[in-house]
């Protein structure tokens, strides 16, 4: 690396540090999500970035190393999955691509427009709908070919926390009311239970900030893994999943994150935060061959969406220029 460029870096790094000491108190605004109890054990005060390049260089910041369950961000990948073994307009039969304004866990939609199509991927019907929609006869063959698609992409085999998931299970009433209606409605790919075992599954998978941060750099090069030389991933399918993390990704603060941040995200209530910057060779940003961003600050908003990492990520953006708009 050149001087100047590992100057920069550096300055980079500096910078990021010092915001996230700016931004770690933000969590006193928030809490830990109380309704999984494996989750409300986490320590409030965390916040870690890590920020990957095409090139594979990664900046990271404060507590980017520490695991924490995927949540709500594995619903763009199960989306994704989905969408790769059935096509993209079998999948949009059973889910629409329209936002809600509702919570993330909100049942009252389906009810009120017959014939009960679940509004988004992004939200619990949505992508407990999906998740049926995985291959397989039971919920082990789905999880295998989740777990197969996420190592392909990743180069990651996922691991689960069976403590998470159990936590949640006990705990997953609102769910399995959405799933029973979505099932009386036709709009569940296999049995309510089968259904739930992989949503639930899914959302335990155990990341860091850097394997969200690689996964927000293969969508925003539109399923291209630049260190790979591969395309994984089909470029439309990529930009209907960013068109959803954008309208959909933040729940009913996704039109404030659009405001004020201006990237696609996914947000999930242990607190991680997945997105990304495209490539945009105008502006001045660092980061104008765009990134992946790996967020984690475990202390929530009423939205679910981590209170320290979404200032975070409203200051990185405007500092660095970073916008798709
Ligand atoms: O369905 C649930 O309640 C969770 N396992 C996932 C929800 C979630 O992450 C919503 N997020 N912000």
Known sequence: MGGKALIQQVLLVDELEQWVEQYRSKASEGKCASYIPALYRADPNQLGICIIEPTGKMHTAGDWEVPFTMQSISKVISFIAACCYHGIPYVLDRVDVEPTGDAFNSIIRLEMHKPGKPFNPMINAG?????????????????????????????????????????????????????????DTGYLACEVEEALEVYLTQCSIEVTTEQIALIGLLLALDGFHPLRNEQVLPKDVVRLAKALMLTCGMYDASGKFAANVGLPAKSGVSGGIMTLVPANRKTHSPFQYGCGIGIFGPSIDGCGNSVAGVSLLKHIAQEWDVTIF
Do not use: C
């Open 127 to 183: 992508a407990i709908t999906t998740s049926s929609l995985l291959p397989g006869q039971t919920p082990d063959h789905k999880l295998r070919y989740l777990y197969a698609f996420f190592s392909k992409i990743t180069g990651i085999t996922p691991m689960v926390n069976e403590e998470v998931f159990l936590s949640e299970w006990e705990n997953s009433h609102r769910n399995r009311a959405l799933a029973h209606y979505l099932k």
